[in-house]
């Protein structure tokens, strides 16, 4: 028996349809709401749900859970609650590791490639308190998820307690299917499309850094698909114990992603650029691109799904036909 928060979410429902499709019992901690998020699940049922408030009260009945991915997390990088942030990225993170420790259950949770801040650190995911310590996240959510990084670090540097097995994912900008109320942080592939598709251009950013020309901005763009893959590869291989980037290790610029989704839209290339506003400035990464050494030497050797491919499977299987995968 498996049990994910945020099951019902992006990376979350995904991960279950995966799971399903093994024939394997799966629990999924959410809340589904009244804005259709259910549909995320329709495909691929769990065998429960349990709502967040009534997490703890369940773990009480010391279910028989084979191993916990902990997605459920505040994700937006607007946030600006800090208690609640704080408590639903932190402490009920806090609360899942000792739980899995005590009770010998195989723990992976999700970082975020916001604890790097402005990327003038580097990207290096090395989970040692020294070097951890020397990022800067930009902002609320970022820093919480860092936050926890330095707890699981440091607990392991004095030998605590530790489930069997655990892994952190440091995700980087994942797109695809089941994303749909995410509202403002949905991923910039799926806000292209719905610009294109409405008869405009694709709008792009201002470039705010100095020399660095309008749409050269680069991230690391990964295919949900991908991501499951790892979990999966992670979930059948137990042995396995680290602090991961989960990215497809090469940049590319958001003038690539917005050609890529004209061409798989059929439409002509066309863009425009506008300013950042005012509530993302200073709070946005001009490059970001994961180094997947770590997580190559520990073993995985699958690949990953080019943007332009990636792109295409989203537009004309989900965006423009079935949306839910």
Not at 31 to 57: E, Q, T, Y
Not at 225 to 238: R, S
Not at 246 to 270: E, I, M, N, Q
Request: one cysteine or more; glycine letters at 10%.
């Amino acid at each position: 028996m498996i049990l994910i928060t945020g099951g019902a979410g992006f990376i979350g429902s995904n991960l279950q349809a995966a799971l399903a499709r093994r024939g394997l019992e799966t629990i999924v901690v959410d809340s589904l709401g009244n804005k259709g998020k259910w549909l995320n699940l329709a495909k691929h049922a769990p065998d429960r749900i349990v709502h967040p408030d009534g997490l703890d009260a369940f773990l009480e009945t010391r279910p028989a859970l084979e191993m916990v991915f902990h997605l459920g997390a505040v994700s937006s990088t607007s946030a600006t609650d800090g208690d609640y942030t704080w408590a639903t990225n932190v402490e009920l993170s806090r609360r899942l590791w000792a739980w899995c420790a005590e009770r010998e259950v195989r723990f992976a949770y999700s970082s975020s490639a916001s604890t790097y801040g402005d990327g003038s650190n580097g990207f290096d995911d090395d989970n040692s308190p020294a070097a951890l310590e020397k990022l800067r996240p930009l902002n609320l959510y970022g820093w919480t998820k860092h936050a926890f990084d330095l707890t699981v670090a440091r607990r392991l540097a004095v030998a605590r307690e530790r489930p069997p097995q655990w892994v952190g994912l440091k995700f980087f900008n994942v797109y695809g299917p089941n994303e749909y109320h995410k509202g403002g942080m949905i991923s910039v592939v799926k806000i292209k499309y719905d610009e294109i598709a409405a008869g405009g251009p694709a709008r792009l950013f201002r470039s705010e850094v100095p020399g660095l020309p309008d749409g050269e901005q680069a991230r690391d763009f990964i295919w949900v698909g991908d991501v499951v893959d790892v979990m999966l590869w992670l979930f059948d291989n137990p042995n396995i114990n680290g602090l991961f980037n989960l990215g497809t290790g090469r940049a590319r610029t958001y003038l690539d992603l917005a050609h890529a989704v004209c061409d798989a839209a059929g439409k002509p290339r066309s863009v425009d650029f506008i300013e950042t506003p005012q509530e993302l400035k200073g709070q946005y990464q001009s490059f970001t691109q994961a180094p997947m050494d770590r997580l190559r030497d520990a073993g995985y050797s699958g690949q990953f799904t080019g943007l332009e491919e990636g792109i295409r499977r989203y537009v004309r299987e989900h965006l423009a036909a079935d949306p839910y995968a």
